[in-house]
């Protein structure tokens, strides 16, 4: 399993990212999808789930509303878009999978809001 997450970066308060995840080693299609983050200190927090078809997401709380997830089955790749985003969104953002029991990670893309 390889997840290579790309499009992190610095951005200002009130703009906007698009994360990309893609994924090889195992059938992307049948996998549900998930992007965390973590700062330093901190657990890491799931920020966004989408299942095999992409017909149903799920958000955490602090993020409804604001960011996007989607998936291109045909590319095996994820997608995370951010948008309204607030300093308290600056993290190291990560792709994950679970199969057969073990979670599986990217390398993670830092995400920093400042002005």
């Known amino acids: 399993v390889q997840l290579v997450e790309s499009g992190g970066g610095l951005v200002q308060p009130g703009g906007s990212l698009r994360l990309s995840c893609a994924a090889s080693g195992f059938t992307f299609s049948t996998y549900t999808m998930n992007w965390y983050r973590q700062t330093p200190g901190k657990e890491r927090e799931l920020v966004a789930a989408?299942?095999?078809?992409?017909?149903?997401?799920d958000y955490a709380d602090s993020v409804k509303g604001r960011f996007t997830i989607s998936r291109d089955n045909a590319k095996n790749t994820v997608y995370l878009q951010m948008n309204s985003l607030k300093p308290e969104d600056t993290a190291v953002y990560y792709c994950s999978v679970k199969r057969y029991y073990t979670m599986y990670w990217g390398q993670g893309t830092q995400v920093t809001v400042s002005s």
């Open positions: 989408i299942i095999s078809t992409g017909s149903s997401t």
